[in-house]
T-cell receptor
Framework: DTGVSQDPRHKITKRGQNVTFRCDPI?????LYWYRQTLGQGPEFLTY????????KSRLLSDRFSAERPKGSFSTLEIQRTEQGDSAMYLC????????????????FGDGTRLSIL | SQQGEEDPQALSIQEGENATMNCSYK?????LQWYRQNSGRGLVHLIL?????REKHSGRLRVTLDTSKKSSSLLITASRAADTASYFC???????????FGQGTTLQVKP
């Protein structure tokens, strides 16, 4: 079990640039979640995938944000035209759900990508 | 938006003492989970308690859930310096499994 891995761990970029983060979930996990965490706060839900289907997006996810999970394995989160307010830790988590209905399973988190906008 | 509040926001104790953290939430839930986060790292799952359970134990951890009061508590017994971290409760509702987190309790255990 290699756990959830995220790349890069840190990203520093200038305002207005585009950034892309990658998440590799635990291999057999069919659900993948993205969260955002700002300093001193708990994580906030952004979006999630069941296999390759993106099933829910938070209102926090403006049209500058896009997420994909093309083959139901790894996922990418892209932010276009970054703004100062995008500075945060972006966390990815995965879980294994036995069927279409939610089951009580924990989520396994990666160590996140810390984004700093100059 | 955050689901609820955690209390206290910060807690400092001596090694060997017990630490209790409380969590309140607002909506009906399927389960409530507790996570630990060390500085600059991701979250580590500690324990999950389902809405039809009232108490659960895992090693030095004890979690209670009172759905009538929409509250939960996490007790860490015989704390160690390595328990120093932030602790978050998170609730799951509906079919999505998405977690709604509290603001967390920062625990410092002094050796």
């Amino acid at each position: 079990d290699t756990g959830v891995s995220q790349d890069p761990r840190h990203k520093i970029t200038k305002r207005g640039q585009n950034v892309t983060f990658r998440c590799d979930p635990i291999s057999e996990h069919n659900r993948l979640y993205w969260y955002r965490q700002t300093l001193g706060q708990g994580p906030e839900f952004l979006t999630y995938f069941q296999n390759e289907a993106q099933l829910e997006k938070s209102r926090l996810l403006s049209d500058r944000f896009s997420a994909e999970r093309p083959k139901g394995s790894f996922s990418t989160l892209e932010i276009q035209r970054t703004e100062q307010g995008d500075s945060a830790m972006y966390l990815c988590a995965s879980s294994l759900v036995a069927g279409p209905r939610y089951s009580n399973q924990p989520q396994h988190f990666g160590d996140g990508t810390r984004l700093s906008i100059l | 938006s955050q689901q609820g509040e955690e209390d206290p926001q910060a807690l400092s104790i001596q090694e060997g003492e017990n630490a209790t953290m409380n969590c309140s939430y607002k909506t009906s839930i399927n389960n409530l989970q507790w996570y630990r986060q060390n500085s600059g790292r991701g979250l580590v799952h500690l324990i999950l308690i389902r809405s039809n359970e009232r108490e659960k134990h895992s090693g030095r951890l004890r979690v209670t859930l009172d759905t009538s009061k929409k509250s939960s508590s996490l007790l860490i017994t015989a704390s160690r310096a390595a328990d120093t971290a932030s602790y978050f409760c998170a609730t799951a509702s509906g079919n999505t499994g998405k977690l709604i987190f509290g603001q967390g309790t920062t625990l410092q255990v002094k050796p």
